[in-house]
């Protein structure tokens, strides 16, 4: 079977306008840096840790809240109308004329993008359900964000030496546009919550189901250890190539690059490498290889060293990420996709509003090579929790007891659910209160209402 998820016409239309749409962002991203140098002049490098700080706070707190909203909307509607509403804020961000302005934009815009992007994630394993296909859909995905990086910096820098950087942000909104019209060329599933569950139950079961599976729970430490030696990498590169090896803008971008390429590496192999290797085994040394690198930066390398070194921490970035999408769908039912792929993003973004400041203040109060000490040791912590956290033998099924039990909330009838009904309970899946006995049975370990915490032998 040929496992490219490009011959889906839906997957192909959703990554064409994920990438078309990454593109843009990264043209912002140039633009705004230009922008608020303009506006601010010697401040500007607050004025953006300031935009980015609004960022994380975005990510972080709205997109469990937004993405239980989205699972009683059309999912189709609902990411057309936030590419839209993306593409009237970047177009607005030309007209500014206070700092003030510039955190409200850049506020909404990552609002608008907190709610997109879990609930886009979580549609590619609806469509994309073949393992290997959705192997490569992975991959494909680490390798969008992996070329945003890349190549929208460089092909910025070129137009702005043809046009004004203002011009920037409206190609950023057309890519928005661009990517709605390739959303809305496709039918997506569908999205059925569970009925009687209330607004705030569907906003925090994500996170009760991402925090009670001891996988994710590993999960959330290698993340930590990606935000760590990331910031180190994003926040002090300009001022270790700059400051401390006394070379120009262009070793910037390409110590940068170094990185970038040691994860697009990683993205093409990891297909293959997936179906030999746990995601267990993959996950861990990639957190090796962050904390190694790091650890490694403590001996202030010359520019060699430094693309070395990162480069390495570019493998081990997509060792880490690129798999988490088939540890989130092994980790919960289908219908609650959505809200585990939001928990993932608020909580991975979480460590980097962590990271970040932390990065960039003791890179400035305790010295580079010091700062690559803590990091890198955050960074072997934090892996050597996931360790501990993740199991190392976790079994498929697992036999195991419940006690008897009536509650009420949607469902088929299943191994748990054998019940008699009175006629208008309606068609399957249905709600209504209903008794569970008692029961011995094994299935697939996730959490759910019936597993409120991880399944032992006993319930």
Sequence with gaps: MNASPLKDRRYRHLFSAQVISLFGTGLTTVALALLAHEMAGERAGEVLGIALALKMVAYVFVAPVISSYAQTLPRRGFLVTLDLLRAVVVVSLPFVTAVWQIYGLVFLLNLFSAGFTPVFQATIPDIIKEKRQYDRALSLSRLAYDLENLLSPAIAAMLIAVISFNALFLLNALAFVI?????????????????????????????????????????????????????????NTVVYVRSALELGDTWVAIALAAAGGGSMIAALSLPRLLQRVSERALMLTGGALLAIGALLGTLQPGIAGLMSLWFLIGIGSSLVQTPVGRLLIRS????????????????????????????????????????????????????????????????????????????????????????????????????????????????????????????????
Excluded: N
């Excluded at 999205?191 to 994710?216: C, E, H």
């Excluded at 909580?347 to 980097?352: E, F, K």
């Design 179 to 235: 990517s709605a019209l390739l959303v809305v060329s496709v039918v997506l599933p569908a999205i059925s919550p569970d009925a009687g569950v209330t607004f705030w139950q569907r906003a925090v079961k994500g996170m009760r189901i991402y925090l009670r599976t001891p996988r994710l729970q590993g999960l959330l430490a290698l993340c930590l250890a990606v935000a760590s030696v990331g910031a180190m990498q994003i926040v």
């Design 332 to 459: 919960c039912h289908e219908a609650d996709r959505p809200a585990v792929f939001a928990a993932q993003f608020s909580l991975s973004h979480a460590c980097w509003l962590i990271a970040y400041p932390l990065a960039g203040w003791s890179g400035a109060s305790l010295g580079i090579g010091m700062t690559f000490g803590l990091l890198g040791a955050i960074a072997l912590v934090a892996t050597l929790t996931a360790l501990k956290l993740w199991p190392a033998l976790e079994p498929e099924v697992l036999e195991h007891t419940h006690r008897a039990l009536d509650h009420e909330h949607l469902h088929y009838h299943d191994d748990h659910h054998q019940h008699g009904h009175e006629g208008w309970e309606g068609p399957e899946p249905h709600a209504h209160p209903h008794h569970h006995g008692a029961i011995t049975h094994s299935h697939p370990l996730v959490i759910d209402e019936h597993h409120p915490h991880w399944p032992t032998r006993e319930h």
